[in-house]
């Protein structure tokens, strides 16, 4: 008798560390998604960066050689 007890009370903490480990699983796949969308707009932001600063880098020593001409 008391060996079932102590089995039910056993069987019983298990579920209870199960549920909790379940639980904070669930956060923690919540965050990982919270900063994969932060991680997809911080490429998205960097490629228009990139871009941006190709158009100056080529553009900008053609600016100036036209300017230059008409001076």
Request: net charge positive; hydrophobic share 50%.
């Amino acid at each position: 008798m008391n060996n079932e007890k102590d089995l039910y009370a056993m069987m019983v903490k298990f579920d209870e560390r199960q549920k909790t480990i379940f639980n904070m699983l669930g956060r923690v796949e919540k965050h990982l998604e919270k900063l994969n969308g932060k991680v997809a707009n911080h490429d998205t932001e960097l490629a228009r960066m990139q871009v941006w600063g190709t158009v100056a880098v080529v553009s900008f020593p053609i600016i100036v050689n036209i300017l230059m001409r008409f001076i």
